[in-house]
């Protein structure tokens, strides 16, 4: 059981240029995140899918966007990657009701240069 | 978006020392979960708490809901080595979970 997959671990990107981060459960799990992560500010919600077809904007959208074509992919695109975009970026789902929280990514390393 | 506190945000401590930490929030949450991530990995869950007043126990770690429902405590008992790592409290109001800013945990041997 896998859990929850990122790819890549670790990436650099030259400033404006596009890529994807991609993220796949295998769990049936309804809910998926992303979040990134930086020192001193906890994990901060960039954008959520509550189901295939469903998805809709965090804490920190600006620069990021999403699509959830099956309930198994969730990928994360960076449009025109900026300095302020270099972060720990993690993917986490869950089931719709469940009371246990969110099952993480093992994360992507993203510097902008 | 909502804003948990955390204290401390960092800590040192000598193995075998107990460890405690706290976060707190502006708002009422109804589930309170705490995870620990170890150096370059995800967040992964320790403990869940579902109601106030609630104390709940792993193994070295335990975990209390406050009565207020705006804060949450965990401990650590004889810390030991791979206790290292930062720790997340999170809290779930409505549909959604909300992180604190983590406590980072050094264990010196």
């Known amino acids: 059981n896998a859990g929850v997959t990122q790819t890549p671990k670790f990436q650099v990107l030259k400033t404006g240029q596009s890529m994807t981060l991609q993220c796949a459960q295998d769990?049936?799990?309804?809910?998926m995140s992303w979040y990134r992560q930086d020192p001193g500010m906890g994990l901060r919600l960039i954008h959520y899918s509550v189901g295939a077809g469903i998805t809709d904007q965090g804490e920190v959208p600006n620069g990021y966007n999403v699509s959830r074509s099956t309930t198994e992919d969730f990928p994360l695109r960076l449009l025109s990657a900026a300095p302020s975009q270099t972060s720990v970026y993690f993917c986490a789902s869950r089931l719709s009701q469940s009371g246990y929280g969110y099952t993480f990514g093992s994360g992507t390393r993203l510097t902008v240069v | 978006g909502q804003q948990l506190n955390q204290s401390p945000q960092s800590m040192f401590i000598q193995e075998g020392e107990d460890v405690s930490m706290n976060c707190t929030s502006s708002?009422?949450?109804?589930?309170w979960l705490w995870y620990k991530q170890d150096p370059g990995e995800g967040p992964v869950l320790l403990i869940a708490?579902?109601?106030?007043?609630e104390l709940t126990s792993n193994g070295r770690l335990t975990a209390q809901f406050g009565i207020t429902r705006k804060d949450s405590f965990l401990n650590i008992s004889a810390s030991i080595p791979s206790d290292v790592g930062i720790y997340f409290c999170a809290g779930r109001g409505g549909n959604q979970f909300y992180f604190g800013t983590g406590t980072s945990l050094t264990v010196i041997p």
């Open positions: 769990m049936n799990h309804e809910y």
């Open positions: 708490l579902y109601k106030a007043g």
């Open positions: 708002s009422i949450f109804n589930t």
